[in-house]
T-cell receptor
Framework: DSGVTQTPKHLITATGQRVTLRCSPRSGDLSVYWYQQSLDQGLQFLIQYYNGEERAKGNILERFSAQQFPDLHSELNLSSLELGDSALYFC?????????????FGEGSRLTVL | AQSVSQHNHHVILSEAASLELGCNYSYGGTVNLFWYVQYPGQHLQLLLKYFSGDPLVKGIKGFEAEFIKSKFSFNLRKPSVQWSDTAEYFCAVTLYNTDKLIFGTGTRLQVFP
């Protein structure tokens, strides 16, 4: 158990819909990272928050947004869903920025868009 | 743009065989290098990391990796694999003191008894 909790574990929805994925980082970790894992593109970095503020941005679509709340949990919002958004979405956390330490990953949220 | 290449997509070995998984990155500056492993049904976890110093890094479960700066490579090795090493292995890199961890596409390793 990494200490990072993601909900829901599985989600099935239809095109055009909106979903929210939730992540609770390890106790004491201030940084939260979101990754998308799909068969054709591997693990893609989406976005990182540190202590409530956006820290780094990757290949995140405009239809996607994220935030980190004062209690440090984070949510990834995916809207106007398309078939190609079907993927495993991972959250990871770490104590600090600068990535001088390791990331601790959750078990992922598997999104299926029909 | 910074990228990571893993040339072996699927590797099949028998127990006790030696393993080497290739990883190359494209960036000319100082980097931090990582290997992560994902066992079936489990979360990604760190296998080993390189920040500076001795280019031969030892990780958990008998794995090691060698950083060769001139070749932009960070290959993962294990002298004798076990069935329990069956997993997906990801090489990853960050630019020094940044937060964006870039992953390779992964290598699926299957070890047969």
């Amino acid at each position: 158990d990494s200490g990072v909790t993601q909900t829901p574990k599985h989600l099935i929805t239809a095109t055009g819909q909106r979903v929210t994925l939730r992540c609770s980082p390890r106790s004491g970790d201030l940084s939260v990272y979101w990754y998308q894992q799909s068969l054709d593109q591997g693990l893609q970095f989406l976005i990182q928050y540190y202590n409530g503020e956006e820290r780094a941005k990757g290949n995140i679509l405009e239809r996607f947004s994220a935030q980190q709340f004062p209690d440090l949990h984070s949510e990834l919002n995916l809207s106007s869903l398309e078939l190609g958004d079907s993927a495993l979405y991972f959250c990871a956390s770490s104590k600090r920025t600068g990535n001088t330490g390791e990331l601790f990953f959750g078990e992922g949220s598997r999104l299926t868009v029909l | 743009a910074q990228s990571v290449s893993q040339h072996n997509h699927h590797v099949i070995l028998s127990e006790a065989a030696s393993l080497e998984l290739g990883c190359n990155y494209s960036y000319g500056g100082t980097v931090n290098l990582f290997w992560y492993v994902q066992y079936p049904g489990q979360h990604l976890q760190l296998l080993l990391k390189y920040f500076s110093g001795d280019p031969l890094v030892k990780g958990i479960k008998g794995f090691e990796a060698e950083f060769i700066k001139s070749k932009f490579s960070f290959n993962l090795r294990k002298p004798s694999v076990q069935w329990s090493d069956t997993a997906e292995y990801f090489c990853a890199v960050t630019l020094y003191n940044t937060d964006k961890l870039i992953f390779g596409t992964g290598t699926r390793l299957q070890v047969f008894p």
